[in-house]
């Protein structure tokens, strides 16, 4: 990410013309540059669990006046009184504002698409295989209560799991 030089509302800011990070923050090697000119004007390392704040909004700039240490609540509290946080939430938030952004429906991309979808064992997440939920099933079917308990312990997932699987709610491509 080049830094766009019209978007520079201070003057005073020194660019760091060297190699940025994703964030738009000066890197040397593995060092954020202006942590290291704060540094430098501190005569000390930054304190554990503080960070360098820009006092200029521009992350790219390492002019040791734009950069102070505080804490991660103390940037936070900087950046929202500057209402800098971009946090649409209820009726701001886009699906609401511009429903029509969004994917609905058929058009939504788990039905649009659904041989992209890892379900099952494929699944990241998944502890059980299809021969487990099988099992699982044919067990819960006849079994007294109380059962389930047991079998979520046997197979070490949570009983709410075992009464989706029982009830149809999760790998419904497992008869």
């Not at 760091?16 to 540094?39: K, P, Q, S, T």
């Not at 501190?42 to 503080?50: A, E, Q, V, W």
Request: aromatic share 6%; net charge positive; proline share 6%.
């Amino acid at each position: 990410m080049a830094p766009d030089l019209h978007q520079i509302e201070n003057p005073e800011c020194h660019i760091y013309a060297g190699r940025l990070n994703e964030n738009g923050y000066g890197r040397d090697r593995n060092d954020l540059i202006h942590r290291f000119v704060l540094e430098e004007k501190l005569g000390r390392p930054i304190k554990p669990g503080y960070v360098a704040m820009h006092t200029c909004d521009t992350p790219w700039c390492i002019f040791e006046g734009h950069l102070r240490e505080g804490t991660r609540a103390d940037n936070n509290a900087d950046r929202d009184a500057k209402g800098r946080q971009v946090c649409l939430r209820g009726d701001a938030h886009p699906s609401r504002t511009r429903p029509e952004t969004r994917p609905r429906g058929d058009a939504h991309f788990s039905r649009a698409h659904p041989e992209k979808l890892s379900r099952g064992e494929c699944h990241y997440k998944a502890k059980l295989t299809e021969q487990d939920v099988r099992i699982i099933r044919a067990i819960l079917a006849k079994a007294p209560r109380g059962t389930a308990v047991k079998l979520a312990e046997l197979y070490g997932v949570d009983r709410t799991l075992l009464s989706k699987i029982k009830l149809g709610k999760i790998w419904k491509h497992i008869l």
